[in-house]
């Protein structure tokens, strides 16, 4: 239904434009109007179906593979009413008419955009929208306003919560006695993509786009220094936006004290032509080359270590151009090992190790956390959570190990949200959830445990 409206929309502007050129000779104030009304249109109707909006789909929600058949259908269209009459003198409008033309392209384009949005997507108020979890789960709204949305979050000293959002601004949320949130701090301005966050010792490390710095609290009050010296530069130069909106991801601290992150792919062949990006890297944090963990990954937005030490993250597929659905992923990362989603460009195809979970087609995995808290039952303890942005849930994944490897067993968790783009554990035992959309972040409480 919206491939065929858009169709004939995009056919309208089409019409428009060839009646505004017929018109110039007559009337040549109103037949460029027509032309300018009907290409503006037809402009602002493809930068709604391929622009993201922010880090979001595009507002027009056209699947790529639709887009040469409503391209085609709207020519043809054109081609068939204009061909009969293109010997006929044009029928010249009312001026007034043009505003009445203008509302109605701009009343299509707004129904198309709405009617293309997925019903759970339309409503951005957190108080309207219901959050489904398990039994004796609920969730609470811990944080709204006061911040952009958000990008990623982690806790830091005195319990309080550090967040990034859209806007590149990072934020301290300090915990008060009662454990509430208080009101967002503005720490700094400024960052591009901020996607990153994570502690060691007096030190928060920001992970931006192309580059991770440190930020040190000298005096260890949870605010990094305002002197320039204080902030330094761990690693440039990664792969960053060549395909939008891939580029260095969330930041992990490994059991080995180095910093761990995802890099996403440079292009949407399967192709990787550059030796830092569709793969996950390491670094120390006092800075140097990136070590490559493993290679052959679309997007692995967050990764995430179990209480053995193992390596876990979600993957984002890239979109097959002949219009196909390759799934979303889930994996057990092993050093060195190669994985299916690509290769880099020039090598010999060497076997890819396999998910550990096969995720439904753009539902774009982010945020991974393993559950270290006590608040929550036994079963829970070190299972992970994965949201998924795509989808407005959060993943419940329990592993088993076998053998060398692992069997993983997927469960939703929660469902309802916009889109959740990071969980973290909390300093009380609860899950937090930060939803890009609504710009909240939410806590979940067990309540059959006091």
Excluded at 6 to 29: D, H, I
Excluded at 397 to 410: E, F, P, T
Excluded at 417 to 434: M, Q
Aim: with cysteine; charged share 15%; aromatic share 8%.
């Amino acid at each position: 239904m919206i491939a065929v409206a858009t169709a004939l929309l995009l056919a309208c502007c089409g019409l428009l434009v060839w009646w505004g050129v017929k018109l110039c000779p007559l009337r040549r104030g109103l037949g460029l109007a027509l032309v300018a009304l009907g290409a503006l249109t037809a402009l602002a109707l493809a930068l709604l179906a391929t622009l993201p909006f922010g880090i979001g789909e595009p507002l027009l929600r056209l699947p790529q593979g639709d887009r040469i058949p409503v391209a085609l259908g709207a020519m043809l269209l054109i081609v068939g009413i204009a061909l009969p009459t293109r010997r006929a003198p044009p029928p010249a409008p009312r001026a007034w008419l043009l505003p009445i033309v203008l509302l109605g392209l701009a009343a299509g384009l707004g129904a198309l955009t709405y009617l293309s949005t997925p019903v759970r997507e339309r409503e951005r108020d957190a108080a309207k929208r219901t959050i489904t979890l398990p039994p004796g789960f609920s969730a609470e709204v811990y944080l709204q306003g006061g911040t952009d949305n958000p990008t990623v979050m982690t806790f830091g000293p005195g319990d309080a919560l550090y967040l990034g959002d859209i806007a590149g601004t990072l934020w301290r949320i300090p915990r008060t006695i009662t454990g509430t949130a208080a009101a967002p701090i503005r720490l700094m301005d400024g960052f591009d993509l901020l996607v990153g966050l994570a502690w060691i010792d007096d030190e928060l490390f920001v992970s931006s786009a192309g580059k991770i710095e440190a930020l040190r609290d000298a005096n260890h009050d949870g605010v990094p220094d305002s002197d320039p010296a204080a902030r330094r530069l761990v690693i440039g130069g990664l792969p960053n936006m060549v395909y939008k909106p891939h580029s260095n991801n969330s930041l992990t601290v490994g059991p080995d004290g180095r910093l761990y992150f995802g890099v996403g792919g440079t292009s949407n062949d399967g192709i990787e032509r550059q030796p830092l990006a569709s793969a996950i890297l390491s670094v120390s944090p006092d800075g140097g080359p990136a070590t490559v963990v493993a290679r052959g990954l679309g997007n692995p937005f967050e990764v995430a270590f179990n209480a053995r030490g193992d390596l876990f993250s979600g993957d984002n597929s890239p979109t097959d151009p002949l219009g196909g659905e390759p799934p979303d992923s889930f994996h057990y990362i092993v050093p060195g090992a190669q994985y299916p989603t690509s290769h880099p460009a020039g090598s010999v195809l060497v076997a890819a190790r396999p998910a550990l979970l096969a995720l439904p087609a753009h539902s774009s995995p982010t945020g991974l956390t393993f559950y270290t808290g006590t608040r929550y039952p036994d079963a829970f303890r070190d299972n992970a959570f994965l949201a998924l942005w795509n989808r407005g849930e959060v993943l419940r994944i329990q592993l088993r190990q076998d053998g060398a490897d692992y069997v993983a067993n997927a469960s939703l968790f929660g469902d309802g949200f916009l889109y959740p783009i990071d969980v973290v554990t909390g300093p009380d035992g609860d899950l937090y959830i930060a939803d890009f959309g609504t710009g909240v972040v939410y806590r979940i409480r067990y309540t059959d445990k006091p």
